[in-house]
């Protein structure tokens, strides 16, 4: 069961879908994943020409003798839920005494790095540790237009790529594969950085406070950053709205036209009662909740960040985006003009607008 959560969690980064356009692939590991990666690469492929080692029948000391063309394929990959590293080094070694050609890959450690790094998924990731210049992080809760904002960021071509990459997939691997999110970070920093030597990243409340059901070490993180902005939403009524109605919709960004007509079309379908405007209550006490937590974490870790609110950036992306630049220090080139842009579109509607108000006079009744 663990497994398969795990998987789902992982698949909102597409990754087997981007691994199942590999193929010749020899995987090594357990019963139960071997079945699940089989499965799933016999339904996105039209014809599986993996190899798949079931550690739980085979001996790991005969690993290569049934695939005498095993240099044929384009990796081998372990693939272990219980210890991936242990049996990692296992398998190479054994690579290595065998004479094997190709070079063994690990599932998680490896592949899934790579895939977050947008590198080549078939290569080692890196061990080394080359830390940018600039290296920083927005710290924010949901529905703070902190989306909008990142991009905003990467527009300028100065600011890093800063994106939410610690986030649900990282924290089911870390929490049941013993993943070493540390890794994960290591390689960002090497991988996702501007030509300016600029890393961002951007690590939401309530994904950031549920690592902690893993090895999490905030400390370890925070020192790997050197530089924080705060984002807030003062507005925390159309900020629990917006929450609720991308949790009814499934819909949390607006790119296009088309997808605006979905969303449009999906709001027909929400009916404002008591159950909804309780939600609503339940998720401003939520967001304030995450935002008490953020501040403590911060202070605690004699973090001061810049803060910045969702309303005035909205106001003016232009002066926003200047004091991030000029707080993280970043060094224009000659002749630059800033010039930022975003392709996420607000979501207001007419039914968030009516929310809102029946909200406000339900409060104001029992006021």
């Known amino acids: 069961m663990k497994l398969a959560q795990t998987f789902q969690a992982i698949e909102e980064t597409q990754f087997l879908k981007q691994l199942s356009s590999q193929n010749r692939l020899f995987f090594v590991g357990e019963t139960e994943i071997l079945q699940y990666l089989q499965e799933f ?67 998680f450690a490896d592949v899934f790095i790579n895939l977050i790094c947008k590198r080549q998924l078939l290569q080692p990731s890196s061990e080394q540790i080359i830390k940018p210049k600039v290296t920083y992080a927005i710290v924010t809760t949901p529905r703070s237009g902190s989306t909008y904002f990142c991009e ?15 986030r649900l997939a ?19 920093l090497q991988y996702r950085t501007t ?42 009524l159309a900020q629990a709205v917006s929450l609720v109605l991308a949790q009814q919709t499934e819909i949390w960004h607006i790119r296009d036209v088309s997808n605006n007509i979905k969303y449009q079309s999906k709001l027909k379908d929400i009916t404002i009662n008591d159950a909804l405007l309780n939600n609503i209550e339940q998720k401003i006490d939520f967001i304030n909740h995450q935002e008490a937590r953020l501040k403590k974490i911060l202070a605690d870790n004699k973090i001061e960040p810049l803060i910045l609110s969702y309303e005035d950036i909205i106001e003016d992306a232009l002066s926003q985006t200047n004091q991030v630049l000029e707080f993280l220090e970043i060094e224009k080139p000659p002749h630059y003009i800033i010039n930022v842009n975003s392709r996420i579109k607000k979501m207001p509607s007419d039914i968030s607008q009516e929310i809102i108000n029946l909200f406000q006079q339900r409060k104001n009744t029992v006021c």
């Open 195 to 236: 030509d300016n030597g600029v890393f961002g990243t951007k690590l939401i409340s309530h994904f950031l406070f549920d690592f902690k059901q893993t090895k999490f070490d905030f400390k370890q993180i925070f020192n790997s950053l050197n530089k924080f902005i705060f984002l807030t939403r003062r507005n925390k």
């Open 170 to 188: 990282a924290q089911q691997l870390a929490r049941y594969c013993d993943f070493d999110y540390l890794r994960l970070l290591d390689n960002l």
């Open 41 to 107: 690469f016999q339904k996105h492929q039209q014809v599986d020409n993996n190899y798949y080692y079931d550690l739980s029948i085979g001996n790991l000391d005969d690993i290569f003798a049934q695939k005498t063309e095993v240099d044929k394929y384009q990796a081998i990959i372990v693939a272990s839920f219980k210890d991936e590293a242990a049996l990692f080094e296992r398998v190479k070694q054994k690579a290595i005494e065998l004479k094997i050609k190709v070079t063994p890959l690990r599932l």
């Open 152 to 166: 905003l960021l990467e527009s300028t071509g100065i600011a890093g790529y800063p994106a939410e990459h610690l």
